[in-house]
């Protein structure tokens, strides 16, 4: 079975968030389970000036935007036995960044009809593509309006993933005939058409054979108008064909066994480490070192949507107690604000790092007890799944991915892996911290927990097996 897995990022080329995660991870997995799966992306800056010498050309050839007839370069490179394709342009992608541009329509309006005509350019017959966010969201359209006619294209199925329904890349009516050279009546006839616009998400979700969002408890939410971003009544309609698959996370790069950025290496069988992580991060931000007080980290962008307001609501009263709080992340001036303000107040309770840092996340992971991720929504969320593997326990609301993720703690049973709440409340949160603070001072509950945590399978490894599944239901029943 071939499949061509279309992004707009993936790790380690190019990547903002957790598209590119899954991108970089999920192919590998499936590739593992003789699924024949390749990776198609734009060539962005940042690649060329990384990987330029690694990369090798294909061949070039014209695409129409329009009216326009745009060169395309095709670039490839094997990856961890994975072989990754580049859509060059530098026009479109020879820029800081990878989104965020006013034409931004223009550019993936490229993109996706270079992807359908390059697996003609080079003979790559695929079975199944797999198409991801808004990006990429008009590949199953154009399949469907145009290519499927084309005996090449006319046996290809499409899954379309969603990773994060805010983002649904709407755009003016006119980029119908101006950027793909259609009439109106896919705006017309309500299949693109989105609150005045044309929304590459809607034609994603509304010309593909299956849709897949991150997290089986996103997949319902989805469906309601509280997170359905104005598409619930379309999802719902949908639902036949929509299914929610589990992220996980890379297991090699996330590894306390073997973590190159962390000052000790520990396992499930020997948690001696974790205590020596503690004190030495401790030593490091300038906080009194004690192993005994509750370590609480957060590493997240600091934003309403990761639940921050919250977390400010609370702060004064949870700083009362004998707690360590480190952040780490960047986002809302607000907030960023906030937490330097709890670090002035409180310097020995407080290590705010208003910065991004790969190797001090890793550091976090490892030696905190707690972690706190009281999102508003998170499709699947992967803080509380690297949380998970260090044996760092997640307290979360249970929404999205971190309520399929995260079991809450039950005093009677001893199961569980976490502690959550359900409204979006921060009298709720504080609760739920309070009762994780009172566990965490029982050594028999706390290291029960913590083995439950890092015992928790959360690998890429399943999540490619229900996707194998999904791509064979498929391919078997048209």
């Known amino acids: 079975m071939k499949v061509l897995f279309v992004t707009s990022e993936a790790e380690p080329f190019a990547k903002t968030g957790g598209l590119g995660d899954v991108a970089g991870s999920l192919p590998r997995d499936l ?3 003789d699924v024949d799966v390749s990776v198609i992306m734009p060539y962005y800056k940042e690649i060329k000036e990384k990987y330029n010498d690694k990369l090798y050309f294909i061949k070039c050839f014209t695409v129409s935007v329009g009216w326009r007839s745009q060169y395309c370069g095709l670039f490839q490179y094997e990856f961890e036995g994975v072989k990754y394709y580049f859509i060059d342009n530098e026009r479109y992608f020879d820029r800081d960044g990878l989104y965020g541009y006013y034409d931004d329509a223009e550019r993936f309006a490229f993109f996706d009809r270079a992807v359908l005509q390059a697996l003609k350019e080079i003979d790559l017959k695929v079975e199944i593509i797999h198409a991801n966010d808004w990006q990429s969201g008009m590949i199953p359209v154009l399949l469907k309006l145009e290519y499927s006619k084309d005996p090449f294209y006319s046996e290809i199925k499409t899954v379309f993933s969603i990773h994060n329904l805010l983002f649904r890349g709407t755009y003016d009516p006119n980029i119908l005939p101006e950027l793909f050279g259609y009439d109106m009546v896919p705006y017309e006839d309500g299949s693109l058409e989105f609150y005045g616009g044309v929304s590459f998400m ?4 509304n010309y593909s054979d299956r849709v897949s969002t991150v997290s089986p408890s996103y997949a319902g939410e989805i469906q309601t108008s509280l997170y359905g971003e104005g598409l619930d009544g379309l999802l719902r309609n949908r639902s036949s064909a929509l299914s929610g698959i589990l992220n ?5 790069a996330y590894n306390p066994e073997k973590d190159e950025y962390i000052y000790q290496d520990y396992s499930v069988r020997d948690l001696g480490g974790k205590s020596i992580n503690k004190e030495k991060l401790q030593e490091e931000l300038g906080l009194p070192v004690d192993k005994t007080i509750p370590l609480i980290g957060i590493v997240s962008r600091l934003t309403n949507q990761k639940g921050m307001n919250l977390v400010a609501e609370v ?5 009362q107690k ?9 986002g809302d001036y607000l907030y960023e604000e906030h937490f330097k303000n709890l670090q002035y107040r409180y310097p020995n309770k407080v290590s705010a790092n208003i910065r991004f840092s790969n190797e001090l996340a890793h550091k976090i992971y490892a030696a905190c007890d707690m972690f706190l991720m009281p999102s508003l929504f998170e499709p699947c969320g992967l803080g509380q799944l690297i949380a998970l593997r260090y044996g760092t326990i ?4 249970e929404t999205g991915g971190l309520k399929d993720t995260v079991i809450p703690y039950n005093k009677y049973t001893g199961e569980g892996n976490g502690f959550s709440f359900k409204n979006y409340s921060a009298w709720e949160l504080m609760n739920t911290i309070e009762y994780a603070l009172s566990c965490y001072g029982n050594n028999d509950v706390w290291s029960n927990l913590v083995i439950s945590a890092m015992n928790q399978d959360n690998s890429w490894k399943k999540s490619a097996e229900d996707y194998k599944n999904l791509y064979l239901n498929l391919v078997t029943q048209f």
């Open 202 to 205: 809607k034609g994603g979700i």
């Open 394 to 397: 997640p307290i979360v609301r």
């Open 322 to 330: 004998e707690v360590q709080l480190v952040v780490l992340g960047t």
């Open 248 to 252: 996980g996370i890379d297991y090699k």
């Open 315 to 319: 702060s004064d009263s949870l700083l």
């Open 31 to 33: 590739k593992n389970l």
